[in-house]
Structures are given as C-alpha cells and as structure tokens.
C-alpha cells in the first residue's frame, strides 16, 4: 500500500506565496509522473501541474508562469511552490502519483487527502 500525504496549505493573501509538499511512503519501486490537481466549490478537478521521472513538466495555462512544480526521487516528494495567488486559486489541493509498488508489479494511481489553500484579503 501506497500513502500519499500533503502539507503547506492554508490562508493567504492575493499576491502571497506558498509551498506545498506532498510525501508518498510505503511499497515503492518507482514513481512515474508527479501531480497536482486542484477542485474549488462546484467545479470540476483540474490538473494544475505534473512532472514525469524524467522531471519534464506541464502546468496549467492559468498557473503558468506563476507556480512552479519540483521532485525530490530520493525522498518520492513532490512540491507546489505557488507565488503570485489570486482569490481564483483557492480550492483543495490533491496530489497524485503515478506508482509501480513492486518490480514485478503494474502502475497505480494513487492520490492525497488534500490541503486547503485559501487567497483571501
């Protein structure tokens, strides 16, 4: 079993900065692509960043240029660094990985509980 866990969420100005985290333990081979997904009151879940093995990335056309997302292979963490928020980023944060358990094993998806981030005056 795989446990996604996040951290770094939390209240915040527009124009404010925040760093997310996300740890994944347990039975770990390898991780494939990285991601961060985001659900706000009545709307759908969209992808808001990924990053492959490989540490090519893809964001979202509204966070471009605003967020930036890294990984730590070593320590299977991912991270959100979210810089210049506006009251429309407020939503929960999910994250995601893509996990091969086992050598032997297929990929599973595997997801966080979520962080709450709210950019508010």
């Known amino acids: 079993q795989v446990q996604l866990v996040e951290s770094g969420g939390g209240l915040v100005q527009p124009g404010g900065s925040l760093r997310l985290s996300c740890a994944a333990s347990?039975?770990?081979?390898?991780?494939?692509?990285m991601g961060w997904y985001r659900q706000a009151p009545g709307k759908q879940r969209e992808l808001v960043a990924a990053?492959?093995?490989?540490?090519?990335?893809d964001y979202a056309v509204s966070v471009k240029g605003r967020f930036t997302i890294s990984r730590d292979t070593a320590k299977n963490t991912v991270y959100l660094q979210m810089n210049s928020l506006k009251p429309e980023d407020t939503a929960v944060y999910y994250c995601?990985?893509?996990?091969?358990?086992?050598?032997?094993?297929?990929?599973?998806?595997?997801w966080g509980q979520g962080t709450q981030v709210t950019v508010s005056s």
């Open positions: 995601n990985a893509d996990v091969r358990p086992t050598y032997y094993s297929g990929r599973y998806d595997y």
């Open positions: 347990g039975s770990i081979y390898r991780i494939n692509d």
């Open positions: 990053i492959t093995y490989g540490g090519s990335t």
